[in-house]
């Protein structure tokens, strides 16, 4: 059967250095991310980006690869063929204010930023101009955090960690890799959101392979079929595959970022064959 559907994280997964396509995980250039799109496409096999990013970001990623369908805001929001499904559960936006300005009347992202004052700050700038999630960074337990979150009344929300940042990006000077972390709905992930987009084309666990970074990305493994893991993300999460769904099948590639999204690809086609 024909691998049908690649979904794949951007930011320390298909982009390497400076959020480049066309930089690798040192800023050397390379080809070899573009080659996995243009392998997708020869093979007739749908890209789908799914990020923590902005829909307006994730949208002009796509429409530069040439992709009709993307998940934006860590699974908030799935757009698909010009059409947007919103993945927040029971939080939607009312009274003329969106699902973040809901967030920030709970007084949750303030209950966080004040509860880990060393350790978490506003992920500024890329902060700004949000949906749905509320961007942080710095270095924290998510599962404590969320405990802390459940014991404050804020169980329908939850802390997601999506991934290692750069040291430079902040001021905190904490005990390890500094993290992204996404304040969301509890409802919304970007495994909710890839199986939202394989029911609405039909595609079956086995048409799909995942590609990731990030304990978030992690959870995609237990919707299809193969789930690679960049070496980046071991390297900078050694914990990482224990967070693996239970069954799940999951790989590490040999090359970080874009170029082991290509080895991915690769592989997933030629084994197919």
Not at 86 to 101: E, S
Not at 165 to 185: A, K, M, N, Q
Request: charged content about 30%; aromatic content about 6%.
């Amino acid at each position: 059967m024909p691998l049908r559907c690649l979904y794949t994280d951007l930011d320390g997964t298909l982009l390497g250095r400076g959020a480049s396509l066309f930089r690798d995980a040192e800023g050397d250039f390379t080809r070899l991310p573009a080659r996995a799109l243009e392998a997708c496409h020869r093979a007739e096999v749908e890209v789908v980006i799914m990020s923590g990013r902005r829909r307006a970001q994730v949208s002009e990623d796509a429409r530069l690869m040439g992709q009709t369908a993307y998940i934006y805001e860590v699974g908030c929001g799935l757009s698909l063929d010009g059409e947007e499904t919103l993945l927040t559960g029971d939080l939607v936006p009312a009274d003329g204010r969106n699902v973040h300005a809901l967030i920030e009347d709970s007084g949750a992202p303030a209950l966080l930023l004040e509860s880990y004052p060393a350790r978490l700050e506003v992920h500024s700038p890329w902060h700004r101009e949000r949906e749905f999630s509320h961007l942080m960074r710095g270095l924290v337990d998510a599962e404590e955090a969320n405990e802390l979150l459940r014991a404050h009344g804020h169980a329908d929300l939850r802390l997601v960690d999506n991934g290692a940042v750069g040291r430079s990006e902040t001021g905190l000077e904490v005990d390890g890799t500094p993290h992204g972390y996404h304040l969301i709905p509890r409802g919304a992930s970007k495994g909710n959101a890839v199986a939202a987009h394989m029911r609405a084309r039909g595609y079956a666990p086995e048409d799909c392979v995942a590609v990731g970074d990030s304990r978030e990305d992690l959870g995609v493994a237990e919707f299809v079929g193969r789930f690679y893991l960049v070496a980046n993300a071991v390297e900078r999460d050694p914990e990482i595959r224990a967070h693996a769904p239970e069954g799940s099948s999951v790989e590490v590639t040999e090359a970080r970022n874009g170029d082991g999204v290509y080895e991915a690809v690769v592989r997933s086609l030629a084994e197919r064959r």
